[in-house]
Every structure is written in C-alpha cells, then in structure tokens.
C-alpha cells in the first residue's frame, strides 16, 4: 500500500506489537493473555509489515519460513512435557526453578516454554496464512 | 508463579506419588507422531529425511502400541493424567483394551501405507508435505482412540480432519478440491455437532472425563436430557463414520487423492467414527443406546446394502472401494445395535479386520493401476496373465473383503449374524448375509474383468512396472488378514475383552480412579 502516512508508521507499530506480544505471552501464565492471544498479535504485526512493505520484505525479516517457525512450536510444546518423565510425573507436569540473576528471582518454567512453543505455532501458521494471502492480492 | 508466602494445599487436586514411567505407554504413540510432525514441519524441504523419518517413527508407534496392548491384557486398562492433575480436572489418557487393539492395528496399517508411499509420493508431494501431515493425522487418529477425554476426544477429531484436509488436496487437482470440499463441509458440520453436544454434556455433568461420565450416567437419572445428548452424538459420530443417509461424502471425495490418502482413510478415519460410538453409546449411555437400539439397527441394515449395491454400481476400483468402507460402517454399526456382548465383539472384530482389509483394497488399487494403467475396469484387462502374483493377492484380498475363508472377513460376520440370531433380529442378519453377497460380487466382477478378461487387441503397451515397496507393504497386509483369518482365536478373545471393558466400565473407571469413589 502506497500511503506515506500507513508506510512512514508501520515500522513503530510493527515493533511496538512485537513488543506487546512478549510482554501479553509472559504476564499470561497467572492473568488474561498467553501464547495464543500473544501470537495473534505477533502475526498481525507480520501482516501489517505485508500490507506496508510486501510479503518478500516480511519473509526475508523473519529469515525462517513461517511454517517452519510454527513447527519449531509444536516440536517446543510437545518436548516441554518431557522433562517430567525424569521426575516421575505425568507428561506435562509444570516444573519450576526460580534461579536469581543479580539478586533478582527469575520464575521460569516448562509451563512457560509450552506457553512460547504455543506462542510460536500461532506466529508460524496465522502469519503463513496472511503472507499467503497479500501475496495473491499482486498477482 | 506462587506468590511467596502464601500456601496451597495441593493434595485434593494433585496426584502426590510418583508415576510410573511404564504409564507413558499411554501418551508415547501419540506423542511419538506430533514430536516427528514438528521436526518434519521444520525441515519441509530438505526431502530425503521425510520418509526414513516417517518410517522410523511408524516402526516406534507400532512398538509402543505393542507393549501398550500387551500390558492392558496383562493388567487391565491403563490411565495417565496430564499435568499431575487428579482424574476429573486433569485431562486423562486412558488405553483399554479396546483403544490400545485400535491403536495398535491402526498404527500397523500406517506403517504400512508409510512403507507404499516411499515410491508413490513424489517430490512435488513431499515439498507440499505430505509426511508431516501423515504423522499429524496419526497422532489425530492414535489420540482419539487413547484419550480418555470427552473434549479432548473432540480435539483430536480435529487433528486428524485438518492434516487429512491437507492430505486430501495434495496435488490440487480439480477433482480433489471438489471432493475436499464436500468431505470438509460435512465432516466440519459433524464435528460442530460433536461440540455442541459435548459442551451440552458439560452443561448437564460437570466433567468430560469419560471413566467419570460412565458413572455418574447411570445415577443423574431421568432428570439430565441424556436422550438428547446420546442421539446428538450418534448423528455427530455416525457423519464421521459415513452411514446411511450422511454417507454421500465419502464415495465423492476419497478416489480422489492419491491412492494412498485413500488407503489410509477408508481405513482408518471411519472406524475413529465407530470407535466413537462404542465409546460414548455403549460405555457412557447404555440406557439410551438401548433405546436408539432399532433406529440404530435399520440404519446399520440401510448402510450395508447402499454400499453394498454402491459398489456394484462403480466401474473406478477406488469408488468401489469407498462404497465397500460405507458397507462395512453397516457392519459394525449391527453390532453397535445389538449391544450385546458377541455382538459388540464381532463390530470390534471387524473393525479391526476392516482397517486392514481396506487398505489392502485400495492400496491393491494402486498397484493394479501401476501395472495396468488405468484405475478403470473399462480399460484394465488381463493382469492375470502380467502378473499371477497381484492376481493371487487380489483373490486373498477379494475373499476378506466380502467375508469368505480363509479371510480376515468371515469370523466377524459369523459373530455378528449368530448374535443377531440369538435376539431374533432377523433384518440385520439377512443384510450381513445379503451385503456379503453383493460386495462378493461387486469383488468377483473386478476380477473377471481386470484380471481374466483377456488383454484387448493391441493396447498391450501401457504395462507398468509395480513398485518393490508397494508390493511388500500389500503382503505384509495380505498375511496379516490370513493370520487373522486362519487363527481367529486370538482375535476372538481380544475383541470380547474389549467388549467385555465397554459393557462392564468398572476396570475403565478403576484405572482413572484407583480409590473407586469417583470424583
């Protein structure tokens, strides 16, 4: 799309629901968001970049195929139930550690890379989708 | 994230003890598949891995749901709850005799169609994906038949439908979108019926866990709409399983995509339909489904003699095939209307004869076309005389389809038309009888003339070379059928202890509740 106001404001929004869709996909473990709804944020920022810039800027920016993003999900939420084998418990149990990083506690958890393995497959598959779609608008 | 300070007494709602690691035989087979789904996804275009790894992964499934039945007959069912959840909050998986048979012959029929794709899949096909939607589908198919899980029941269904919508346009051609789309309308209305119903059945129990629904069924009385639920519910399954009158998907879409996806869905998908339904009609709502029992029955009679008189129509060996899957959806279908211990045996029996045979059938498709060239039974001739060898698995395939010694067909029958007997019920007994003969001579006409007919004139040129790996992947399953054919003892046994689990849930509920109290 040609308008110099949509193309000089997309770089910002784009970073700015980048952004917003990690800060959504942490906080959603104990209040309102998650992967799912961070994700979707996420792909429509891709979508918007499209709309702005073309589909072969977004798809060299993300470097992986979005596919491939969406798979690396999958494999990520379904690996996350693993550890719990070791520890005799049943698959997808939440295992939590809360190291300190300069006196700062850390919760971080296999709950927590479900959630960005969830996260991911929706970044992969909603963005593949859109991408797909802007592109048939030029042919 | 707990807040520090503050203290959760986590017992009532967590499991305490450890698990044993031996009770991830439950979720290995499908976890087995979404793992090698992933990996698959991410490495799309580097196509020399897809089918080693695909194979690699079959192999594994077809182990872990070896042990899996071996260690339900040993022990009875086996229950895990995802998360460390007790039973009704958590998500159950729970393998009974009659899920882990399901699994287990589902994932060798995959391993099967996995090995005869090697040759028949091509590059285009591979890029476009075609193993991880396979392994995707898979795992769709193994989760329905081992969650213990009313909603998640649901969320495998959809599994398996969205990577078999992939499977089913794979090539894009005209036809196959046209199939597709009849296959995903109806199928997406079915499963939107399952949804209603289910989120109904929450409404009315307050929990979707199905050792749970088994108990509290039978105490809620005349005062939960369960009629309603329970005929909801036949109408969702009985879509996805393509009986009599929602059956006109199936003969339009699967002879469309390449004959493989068709091997895999008229075995595979619409016996997830007919496990469904012993599920939920026969374990979970007894009492109704002995009320929907004659609808049910005439429904089965109807489904046999369509597919049966379908098939005698077809000149395309594929729509023969599929109006053959229709006519064995009746079959089993009787046997979900008997409800009684031998006939529910014989459904299971045949379901898992079913599995096998169709595939056989289609896959036999597959090869008659890369020897004759053609899938048509206007223009195949003489394969008797190009290849004895594809003419003798055809009679042994011909013979288990149609329910005749030595095939896997006959002992199912011979159940289900003497359980029929015992009640009296005289029409289902007279339409397995009558769909046999039909679909005898729907096969009997496929050979005469694909196979005796003498090779017209001069169009001798089109002779194909079969594939190794095609041909191997039919034995195997040709020797399975015999097996079960010639020995059906051990079938026999299995599938009552799998209709003994369904009539009597108590070692279902047990294994999800070890205390026997329920929730």
Known sequence: MQTLIFRTATPFLTCLMLMFSVFVLLRGHNEPGGGFTGGLIAASAFAIHGIAFGVPVVRRALYFHPMAIAGFGLFASAVAGLPSLLFGMPFLTGLWSAPSFFGISVDLSTVMVFDIGVYLVVVGSFTSIALALEDREHD | ?519
Not at chain 2, 172 to 199: C, H, M, P, R, W
Not at chain 2, 216 to 235: D, N, R, S, V
Not at chain 2, 323 to 350: D, K, Q, R, T
Not at chain 2, 431 to 446: D, E, K, M
Request: proline content about 3%; hydrophobic content about 60%.
């Open chain 2, 1 to 519: 994230m707990a807040v520090q300070g503050e203290v959760v007494d986590k017992t009532a709602a967590m499991i305490a003890g450890p698990v044993a690691a031996a009770d991830w035989l439950v979720i290995a087979p499908v976890l087995l598949p979404i793992v090698a789904g992933a990996v698959l996804l991410m490495i799309r275009h580097n196509i020399r891995w897809h089918a080693l790894l695909a194979l690699v992964v079959h192999a594994a499934m077809v182990g872990t749901n070896g042990l899996l039945l071996q260690r339900v007959l040993a022990e009875g069912p086996v229950s895990m709850t995802m998360g460390s959840w007790l039973p009704p909050f958590g998500i159950s998986f729970t393998a009974d005799a009659l899920g882990a048979a399901f699994s287990l012959t589902a994932s060798v029929v995959a391993l099967v169609c996995c090995a005869y794709s090697v040759r028949d899949i091509d590059a285009a096909g591979r890029r476009y994906g075609f193993y991880p939607f396979l392994m995707l589908m898979m795992a769709g198919v193994s989760g329905a038949f081992l969650t213990g899980d009313m909603f998640n029941l649901y969320v495998w269904f959809e599994v398996f439908l969205i990577s078999s919508f992939g499977l089913l346009i794979l090539g894009s051609e005209k036809a196959q979108i046209d199939g597709a789309t009849k296959y995903a309308i109806l199928n997406l209305v079915g499963t939107t019926l399952f949804l209603i119903a289910t989120g109904y059945l929450y409404g009315t129990f307050g929990t979707l866990n199905m050792a749970d629904l088994a108990t509290k069924a039978g105490q809620i009385g005349e005062a939960a709409p369960l009629m309603t639920l329970a005929t909801l519910y036949l109408l969702a399954f009985s879509m996805k399983a393509a009986a009599f009158p929602l059956n006109f998907w199936l003969p339009a879409s699967y002879h469309t995509p390449p004959v493989i996806t068709g091997a895999l869905f008229g075995g595979l998908l619409t016996k997830v339909g007919i496990y469904a339904l012993l599920r939920s009609l026969v374990m979970i709502f007894a009492a109704e489904r002995l009320v929907l029992a004659g609808v049910i029955g005439w429904v089965a009679v109807a489904t046999m003699l369509i597919g049966a008189l379908g098939a005698l129509a077809q000149s395309d060996i594929r729509r023969i095939a599929g109006f053959l899957v229709i006519s064995g959806v009746g079959i089993m279908l009787a046997g979900i209307a008997l409800g009684s211990n031998g006939g529910l045996s014989g459904a299971i029996f045949y379901a898992l004869h079913s599995m096998l045979a169709l595939s056989a059938l289609y896959l036999l498709g597959g090869l008659m076309r890369q020897r004759g060239g053609s899938f048509s039974l206007h223009s195949l001739s003489g394969l008797y005389g190009a290849s004895p060898f594809l003419a003798a698995l055809a009679f042994i395939i011909s013979l288990a389809v149609a329910g005749l010694p030595p095939g896997s067909g006959l002992w199912p029958k011979v159940m289900l038309v003497r359980a029929a007997l015992d009640v009296g019920a005289w029409q289902i007994a007279a339409a397995i009888l009558l769909s046999g003969f039909l679909a005898t001579i729907a096969l009997g006409r496929v050979f005469i003339l694909a196979f005796w007919r003498e090779r017209a004139g001069d169009k001798a040129t089109t002779a194909g070379v079969m594939s190794v790996s095609g041909c191997c992947a039919l034995v195997v399953l040709v020797l399975a059928m015999l097996a079960m054919g010639v020995l059906p003892e051990t079938f026999i046994r299995l599938s009552t202890t799998a209709a003994s689990g369904l009539l009597d849930a108590s070692a279902y509920v047990h294994a999800v509740f070890p205390v026997g109290s329920g929730s």
